[in-house]
């Protein structure tokens, strides 16, 4: 199976590709979508990720997908702007009939490091070694892909339960 993670931002969304096969997880790809810096449009920089998000997809072909929640910012202006990255994410990976699950950063820290107030650095460090990468990529990146392990984890527990219901009926 192949898992696609979105850490969803205005300027800045990671994205991340995994492999997910046997509980192993295998690194495929990671990278940003940015928004240049010259474009001061909302609506240009949504399309701008749509397409970026469409591109990654089209290149890798994922078969799942899991994006980080928007968190309550201090500023509501930034939350807004943040959810409507979001949303062009979204967008772009319903509009290829691929299946979206949706985690908080509480979440997606808690499964990959154990605990849910990790700092990025953390992130890093386990997506790092539970990819068995040289290097750990940029936070973004490295945030995606924890969505992205996050996902494969949950479609497994899916599976194994949808496996248990079948077997417990018959």
């Known amino acids: 199976m192949r898992v696609l993670g979105i850490d969803p931002g205005l ?3 990671g994205f991340g590709v995994i492999d997910y096969a046997h509980q192993r997880l295998k690194y495929v790809a990671s990278g940003t979508i940015s928004t240049d810096s010259l474009i001061q449009s909302t609506p240009e920089r949504l399309g701008v990720l749509f397409k970026g998000v469409t ?3 089209q290149t890798y072909l994922p078969e799942y997908a899991a994006v980080e929640q928007v968190f ?3 500023n509501p202006k930034s939350t807004l702007l943040l959810g409507q990255a979001r949303g062009a994410s979204i ?5 290829q009939n691929i299946e979206v699950v949706e985690f908080s950063a509480l979440e997606v820290k808690k499964n990959v490091v154990g605990h849910g107030r990790a700092a990025k650095s953390q992130v890093q460090e386990m997506v790092k070694r539970l990819l068995s990468l040289k290097v750990a990529p940029g936070t973004d990146a490295s945030d ?4 992205a392990i996050c996902g494969a984890h949950q479609f497994s527990m899916k599976q194994q339960l949808q496996a248990a219901n079948l077997k417990a009926k018959s």
Request: with cysteine.
């Open 144 to 147: 995606a892909l924890a969505v």
């Open 11 to 13: 300027r800045t969304t």
């Open 55 to 57: 591109e990654v997809i």
């Open 72 to 74: 309550l910012n201090v």
């Open 91 to 95: 967008s772009a990976i319903v509009c």
